[in-house]
């Protein structure tokens, strides 16, 4: 729990500014590409995911975008608050269910 | 609706040492997962099962064994506990059709 992200790249914004967490994903047959929420001494929690087939998604203050030619995914968080600071990671869902996960950013919002 | 139940939440083995994490939904979830964290660090999956009798490897599971002979539960097997499976496992469920998957609280092992 309370060493959640301490190895992981970190992300420092302060609170009401945009923030962008980016991950490379390796494995071009996967059909959906997925970010989890995690905080400290809690599971994964689901945000948002996206098809493969497309650029752009939105949520709830949440923009995911997918580059598939240099197989980049990015996260978008608007508006960024306190609530917002923990581990992001990227998943991916291949065609066999399998979903792995990518690397974490650790988000820190200043007051 | 409790969703998935992971028991124990804590466990200090020996090494050599054999134990069961249990696992438990009751959202009659298709797929179910088991991942290990290590501290700092991110998720591995250990294996997963996308129904009742099949089980398949994921990226890291020497060391273990898994069974799934009912829709809600999927048990770990540690067989001879190592310090390198000290970790925090964490056991998820989703339905078919859905990248959503719902996690437990996590097991925190210290194999020693």
Known sequence: ???VGLHLP???VQEGDNSII???YSNSASDYFIWYKQESGKGPQFIIDIRSNMDKRQGQRVTVLLNKTVKHLSLQIAATQPGDS???FCAENNAG???????GTRLMVKP | NAGVTQTPKFRILKIGQSMTLQCTQDMNHNYMYWYRQDPGMGLKLIYYSVGAGITDKGEVPNGYNVSRSTTEDFPLRLELAAPSQTSVYFCASRIKGSTEAFFGQGTRLTVV
């Open chain 1, 22 to 24: 980016n991950c490379a």
């Open chain 1, 97 to 103: 269910n399998m979903l792995t996960f990518g690397g």
């Open chain 1, 10 to 12: 970190t992300l420092s």
């Open chain 1, 86 to 88: 923990a581990v992001y």
């Open chain 1, 1 to 3: 729990g309370e060493s």
